[in-house]
């Protein structure tokens, strides 16, 4: 059987196909697949795998058509499905979860939500973190946002007003995340907000004309997925700093590998079983889309809500690598 499997491999590179795959730096079972060659195996395709430093310039070539399949977090996929890119999800990379959080800093005053009241709080911007400030803020506390000081700041930049006291409190991401959490304390991670309201994630997405040309290759791009996140989650002790799976994602995307082996810890990494549940591709992922669209219209990034965010979330090939 393997030898049949490499024989079809060799077959369509000899037939020249081949795609291209963008990618950000992020850390999980997908960049580690990546590294081990993986995907080529499975598919017997040629892939060429392409960097990407923002989620606007990946977007830009997905709607190009130059990168067909791509990675976006939820706030990106919301805003490119709403100003015409003719994407859809298809793969849940990573829940956030705590790997974005709002920190208090030590000596500000604050430890509960409604101590934020008059405080200033940083966050950079129309990110996955300012979403959820926002939910959190309105929907599971009930504090009203205009009550807060919110400054638009980057991570540097909220590392360095921290260091002076300039704000009293922050909600982002590592590497800033975890020098704030140095002289501070944590009042709600991202993990907790997308429980009681929706989730962050970042996520695959592909060209919907792609895709349907091409079924065949995306059933087994995601059964590639769905091997990978299955050994992630029987063997995560065991990705440590020093294991080849964690070398390999460390090569593909950089930093080190104590780094990376902390990062894997801060976010979830759903099976096969549980992209297709209600919490992701069954239903939670089309909410998140929904309710990021209407934060990206709020801060005026989009110029409009589309009536449904259903037709840009697809199941089929999650369904198809379950079987």
């Known amino acids: 059987m393997a030898g049949a499997s490499l024989l079809a491999a060799s077959s369509a590179r000899a037939q020249g196909k081949s795609v291209t ?190 895709a349907k040309k091409n079924t065949e290759f995306m059933n087994q791009f995601a059964k590639v997925l769905a091997t990978a996140y299955a050994d992630y989650g029987a063997n995560k002790a065991k990705w440590t700093a020093d294991s080849p799976q964690v070398k390999g994602m460390v090569k593909l995307v950089g930093g080190s590998g104590a780094d990376a082996a902390e990062a894997l810890h801060l976010l979830g990494y759903p099976n096969v079983q549980e992209q297709l549940s209600a919490a992701w591709l069954g239903g939670g992922a089309l909410r998140a889309l929904t309710e990021s669209a209407k934060f990206l219209h709020a801060q005026r990034q989009i110029d409009k809500v589309l009536p449904s965010y259903a037709e840009f979330v697809n199941a089929s090939f999650a369904k198809a690598a379950a079987k």
């Open 21 to 210: 795959v963008g990618y950000q730096t992020i850390v999980g079972p997908f960049p580690t697949a990546i590294a081990a060659g993986a995907f080529e195996k499975g598919t017997g395709y040629k892939i060429d795998w392409r960097q990407f430093t923002s989620a606007g310039h990946i977007s830009s070539a997905l709607a190009s058509g130059d990168v067909p399949v791509g990675v976006l977090g939820s706030t990106g996929i919301a805003a490119a499905v709403t100003r015409g890119v003719d994407i859809e999800l298809f793969w849940i990379l990573d829940d956030i979860g705590r790997s974005e959080a709002l920190v208090a800093r030590n000596g500000s005053g604050i430890n509960g939500p409604q101590d934020l009241k008059g405080k200033k709080v940083a966050v950079p911007f129309v990110s996955t973190s300012h979403f959820h400030l926002l939910v959190a803020l309105d929907q599971v506390w009930h504090v009203k946002p205009s009550d807060v000081q919110i400054l638009n700041m980057k991570p540097p930049q909220i590392v360095a007003a921290w260091a002076r006291g300039d704000i009293d409190a922050a909600y982002v991401w590592p590497p800033a995340l975890s020098e704030i959490m140095k002289n501070g304390k944590t009042i709600i991670t991202s993990e907790e907000v997308g429980k009681k309201s929706v989730p962050t994630f970042d996520g695959l997405v592909v060209s919907r004309s792609r």
